[in-house]
């Protein structure tokens, strides 16, 4: 059982993933992302990783592609799609992603990996042991990066705000158009 659910929750996100990458309208594009960030969440789950599926769908989908939409939203019209002309990128993108897979292929040795042993305790990943890490103040702790980061991600919504905010000629320009009769 827990063999079909990870082909399926695979299949789902590689599909998604392929989706987010085709979609013309930008919009749809970010819903697919989204989509696919919920079944790599759900493939940690499966492997026992709460931690991680946790921080997948708080950081990246609660909070990139939300604000992905939000920009979509703010600043393109409704329906307005991406450019018609992209075999050069598409061709770029093929090429790279040919590069990454030859360079996997030639850095990884094969021969070795069944060999491997990991070592693994039960409470290596646990929420509890994270938590307790992430907050401490000594040497092996990181609350100096987790503090950075709360400052960064605050300048960043900050940042978002200020460039989000219409200037008064454009609120002025929309309430005459609505007093016209004319839809946004």
């Known amino acids: 059982m827990r063999d079909i659910l990870f082909y399926l929750l695979a299949f789902s996100a590689l599909a998604s993933a392929l989706l987010a990458v085709s979609l013309k309208e930008v919009l749809h594009a970010a819903l697919a992302l989204m989509a696919s960030l919920f079944a790599s969440a759900g493939i940690f789950l499966l492997l026992h990783a709460e931690l991680l599926a946790l921080a997948h769908v708080l950081v990246y989908i609660g909070g990139v592609v939300v604000f992905i939409v939000y920009v979509i939203l703010l600043t393109k019209p409704e329906g ?22 030859l360079l996997l292929f030639f850095s990884v040795p094969w021969k070795n990996l069944s060999n491997q042993k990991f070592n693994v305790n039960d409470e290596s990943g646990s929420l509890t042991e994270a938590g307790l890490r992430l907050l401490t103040t000594s040497d092996s702790g990181f609350i100096l990066a987790f503090e950075l980061m709360s400052v960064l991600l605050l300048m960043a919504l900050i940042g978002a705000a200020s460039i989000a905010k219409k200037s008064d000629s454009d609120l002025d320009s929309v309430q005459s158009d609505l007093s016209k009769g004319k839809s946004l």
């Open 80 to 101: 307005e799609t991406r450019k018609k002309n992209w075999q050069l990128q598409y061709g770029l993108a093929g090429l790279t992603v040919l590069g990454f897979l």
